[in-house]
Each structure stands twice: as structure tokens, then as C-alpha cells.
């Protein structure tokens, strides 16, 4: 009965998800045109939030639901996802261009809420103090938002004046809105798909959260980032996914800090998040050297993520 359910679930995803992320790419990319504001800032803002719905649906629910393993797992799994999986195949579909803006700022500040994120998870501040850091988070959360619009206003470049008046702005703005709706549902319904049959199969809670159900949430991100890449709108697929992994450890785990303790200072949590520091160390790198992400780098990452899941359901045991 699970597989009959599970089957039709995700195909139907999989259109959504495909028909969703081709209009919320056009959508993107037309809107910062006309407003005179560079498709990465939109990206980082607009396309980050709403990719990342689905993993503050799930994480921020499960914490109301006393569910702290798949809070925390949940964006744990999907950070490393949209950095190993999401950017290797979207940089294998079309080598990614990385403009000196995301080196100098997106990256930086993607890379300081993961330091704070270890941090906070080591010294408590998810747990016994839980709700201090969840104000912190939350503050921090803000200051990026407000910084990312004074950035817009600073980049906006009003020549484009005259090519506003050949589209309008609502149009192009509400295929936003319904690439985003079809993104979420589509990722909604393979979520459930892969939850069901790990439910049966009787996998533990954490494992399901940072592999299957992380994979599931990342899913807009790795639609939207290999549909932008396959256009050649590389600031949407990189700026995507920095943003996205922002808006997951700063909003979603400051929101879900506030209804229970994440257990984020567990052997097994502090394990997985040197992981995430570690991962986005090793992108470093690879943002800053040459003017692209390459296809052999698409397929370095991939094979990281391959170890990453091999650690979370094998590697694990032999350590702990």
C-alpha cells in the first residue's frame, strides 16, 4: 500500500518541482531587470526564503512536535545538501560562474552563521539556554536581511528605466509566487513519498532527517539551482543556495529553539555539524580560485556528498 501511495506522489513532485523552478527562474531573473537590482541580491533574498519553506515547515514543525532530531537534522542534512548535491549537479549541467561579490560577501557571511551555529550547539545555547540563542539567531537573521536590501538599493541601476515598461512588473513578480507554490508542493509530496517508506523500513528519526528528509527539502534548491545553471543564471543557482543555507541556520533554528531543546550539544549533533563547518571550508576554495565552479569540481562535490551518507548511516557506529 506504501509503494502505491509513494509512487504516484512522486511523479506528480517531480513535474511540480521541474514546471515550478523553470517560472521561478524566469520569474527571478526578469524582476531584477526591471527594478535595477542584480539577480544575485534577489536570489540570495527572495529565491532563499522561498526554497527554503520546506525545511522550516518540517524542522520548526517537528519542534513543536517535541520532534528535536528532525529539527535539527533536517538543516544539518539540507545545508550539506545544497552545498555538496545541489551545487555539484548544477555545476556538471553548466560550469557555474562566481562573481567577486559572492566571495566578498554572500560566502563570508554563509560561512559565519555555520562557526556560530557550532558554536552555539557546543556551548548550550540550543538547549539548556536555548532561548537566549534563539534571540541571538533571530537578531543575527534580521541584520542579514536589512545589510541584503541596503546592498539591493546601493546595486540599483536605474538605466534600466525604459526596459520596465516592455513587462510589467506584477506579471513577472507572481510567476515568482507560483514558482515558489510549485516548488514547495512538489517537495511536499516527495518528502512524504520518502517518509513513508522510511517509516516502514523502521530507520532511525535522525538518520531519516539528515539524509532522506534533508535530500527532500533541499530538492527546490537542487530544481531551482540546475534549472538556473542550465540558463546561465549562475547568481540564481549559487546565490540560492548560500542564501538558503542563511536562512536555514539563522531563521528556521532560531524559530525552533523557541519551542524546544534541539539536543544540538549531543555527540552525534556536534559530530554532524563539524561536518557542515568542514564542508563549507572545502567550498572555499573552490569559490575562490578561478571564475568558476567546473564540472570536475560538480563531480568532487558529489562524491563528498556520497561519503557524507555513507558516514550518517555506517560511519557514525565506527566512531561512536
Known amino acids: 500500500m506504501i509503494q502505491i501511495l509513494a509512487l504516484p506522489a512522486f511523479i506528480i513532485g517531480v513535474i511540480l518541482l521541474w ?21 544575485l541580491i534577489i536570489s540570495v533574498i527572495l529565491v ?14 517537528a519542534a513543536y512536535q ?42 563570508p557571511i554563509m560561512l559565519g552563521a555555520t562557526v556560530v551555529l557550532l558554536v552555539a550547539s557546543f556551548f548550550g545555547f540550543l538547549d539548556d539556554y536555548r532561548l537566549i540563542g534563539a534571540i541571538v539567531f533571530l537578531i543575527l537573521f534580521v541584520l542579514f536581511v536589512y545589510y541584503f536590501v541596503r546592498c539591493a538599493k546601493r546595486e540599483r541601476d536605474n538605466t534600466v528605466k525604459y526596459e520596465k515598461r ?71 543557482a549559487i546565490g540560492n543556495v548560500l542564501g538558503s543555507n ?18 544540538a550539544n549531543t555527540p552525534e549533533s556536534i559530530a554532524h555539524l563539524w561536518i557542515l563547518l568542514a564542508v563549507t571550508l572545502v567550498i572555499f576554495p573552490i569559490l575562490y580560485t578561478g571564475q568558476s565552479i567546473s564540472r570536475k569540481e560538480g563531480v568532487f562535490m558529489l562524491i563528498l556528498y556520497s561519503f557524507f551518507i555513507w558516514y550518517t548511516f555506517f560511519g557514525y557506529k565506527l566512531f561512536f
Request: glycine share 10%; hydrophobic share 55%.
Open 246 to 263: 542563511v536562512f536555514n541556520i539563522l531563521m528556521i533554528l532560531g524559530v525552533a529553539a523557541l519551542f524546544v531543546p534541539l539536543k
Open 19 to 39: 514546471k515550478g523552478s523553470d517560472i521561478l527562474v524566469d520569474g527571478t531573473s526578469k524582476t531584477a531587470v526591471q527594478l535595477g537590482i542584480s539577480s
Open 66 to 107: 517535541n520532534n528535536s532530531e528532525i529539527s535539527l537534522g533536517n538543516i544539518i542534512g539540507s545545508c550539506v545538501a545544497n552545498l555538496l548535491l545541489v551545487l555539484g549537479i548544477a555545476s556538471i549541467i553548466r560550469p557555474i560562474k562566481i562573481r567577486k561579490g559572492i566571495i566578498r560577501r554572500e560566502a
Open 48 to 61: 532563499g526564503f522561498g526554497t527554503s519553506a520546506p525545511e522550516f515547515a518540517i524542522s520548526v514543525g
Open 166 to 236: 516592455r513587462t510589467t512588473k506584477t506579471k513577472n513578480i507572481l510567476f515568482i509566487f507560483l514558482g515558489i507554490i510549485g516548488v514547495i508542493a512538489g517537495a511536499w509530496l516527495l518528502i512524504e513519498s520518502a517518509v513513508m517508506i522510511a517509516d516502514f523500513l523502521g530507520v532511525p528519526m535522525f538518520i531519516i532527517a539528515v539524509s532522506m528528509v534533508a535530500v527532500g527539502t533541499s530538492l527546490p534548491e537542487l530544481v531551482v539551482s540546475s534549472m538556473a545553471a542550465y540558463k546561465d543564471e549562475s547568481d540564481i
